[in-house]
């Protein structure tokens, strides 16, 4: 089981970026992935999660409206558009899957990404 996060970088307030999670060995029709972040000195937050089939979006409040998440199964891949970032977003952020999976709380999910760094910054 592997999932690779990637396309963070260094961005300025206002901007958009997307985040790509791979993943592999393992159907994705049967996880819920998610998309959490830990900035430094902060605990590991979850910023959003789509059900099994992408049935159900979970979105934290500070990202809703300027966030979406993405999945497709037949690529294995899982995105999320940011826009109008905010220097409040930068963190590293990390995608997870959980097998079966409703809710979007870090504890419950069980494979984890190396994570990608994303910096909002002027």
């Known amino acids: 089981v592997q999932l690779q996060a990637f396309g963070g970088g260094l961005v300025q307030p206002g901007d958009s970026l997307r985040l790509s999670c791979a993943v592999s060995?393992?159907?994705?029709?049967?996880?819920?992935i998610g998309w959490f972040r830990q900035a430094p000195g902060k605990k590991r937050e979850g910023v959003s999660c789509?059900?099994?089939?992408?049935?159900?979006?979970y979105y934290a409040d500070s990202v809703k409206g300027r966030f979406t998440i993405s999945r497709d199964n037949g690529k294995k891949t899982v995105d999320l558009q940011m826009n109008s970032l905010k220097v409040e977003d930068t963190a590293v952020y990390y995608c997870?899957?959980?097998?079966?999976?409703?809710?979007?709380?870090?504890?419950?999910?069980?494979?984890w990404g190396q994570g990608t760094l994303v910096t909002v910054s002027s």
């Open positions: 997870a899957a959980y097998y079966r999976g409703v809710y979007c709380v870090a504890d419950d999910y069980e494979y």
């Open positions: 060995g393992f159907a994705l029709d049967d996880y819920a």
């Open positions: 789509i059900g099994v089939g992408g049935g159900r979006e």
